[in-house]
């Protein structure tokens, strides 16, 4: 039996990666994104699949950077990107695509399985990437691939990035306000990124959301 192949949905508008603050000014200074091996994912049925999907399409490298499509929860910041050196980066979803190229990029949404889709179900080698259990679900990931083949032996798994396909940061809702305003002025003396919008999540500690209590009846 072969899993129903499932309905392709709209590209989202932005991708949200959520990191620490080394890779950011890594990416920044470089105007480069690495892709990194799922051999360092904790989901290893995850990175089964990736590994079986290499294996079948004979693939020498396989390396992977996954995305939210979801707006910012707390689950986000404390699993992908807690203590004071978490960063969202925001990129604006088409501007990416077209600084990476086409060669050796795969793309689009992750789809979520419940156990009982795939027992005894056949899954297609080309979508092996893109499915994921799920329970992991609310993280809405779309997952962008960087493959090659012995045709191409001069793999490198840093590709050049448009600073422009960033449309904003989000620092830690953990970085205390006199760090932020020193984070800020060292992401923006960055070249090329001088105009770059950096802000603090009030995730866990928003003002409007205090006031409201001062209007209780």
């Known amino acids: 039996m072969a899993l129903k192949k499932k309905k392709a949905s709209k590209d989202p508008r932005i991708l949200k990666r ?10 920044l200074q470089t105007q480069t994104l690495t892709f990194l091996s799922p051999a360092t994912w904790d989901d290893k049925n995850d990175a089964f699949y990736m590994d079986k999907y290499q294996e079948a399409m004979s693939l020498d490298e396989v390396r992977a950077l996954c995305f939210s499509t979801k707006a ?24 990416l695509i077209e600084s990476l190229g086409s060669i050796g990029i795969r793309h689009g949404r992750v789809s979520y399985l419940r156990l009982n889709e795939v027992v005894g179900a056949h899954i297609r080698a080309w979508d092996l990437p893109f499915r994921k259990r799920y ?14 083949d012995a045709a191409r032996p001069d793999f490198n798994a840093s590709l050049p990035l448009d600073i422009k396909a960033i449309d904003r940061i989000t620092v830690s809702p953990w970085l205390p306000e006199p760090m932020f305003q020193a984070i800020k002025k060292t992401i923006r003396s960055v070249r090329g990124c001088s105009d770059l919008n950096v802000r603090r999540t ?8 205090k006031q409201a209590a001062d209007r209780i009846l």
């Not at 929860?73 to 501007?95: L, N, S």
Request: aromatic content about 14%; hydrophobic content about 40%.
């Open 72 to 95: 910012e929860t707390y689950h986000h910041w404390k699993i992908f990107a807690g203590g004071i050196d978490g960063v969202c980066i925001e990129f604006q979803h088409k501007k």
């Open 135 to 148: 329970a992991f679900g609310d993280e809405e990931e779309y997952r962008i691939i960087l493959q090659s």
């Open 18 to 27: 959520y990191t620490s603050m080394a890779p950011l000014i890594h990416m």
């Open 202 to 209: 009030s995730l866990i500690s928003n003002t409007a959301w």
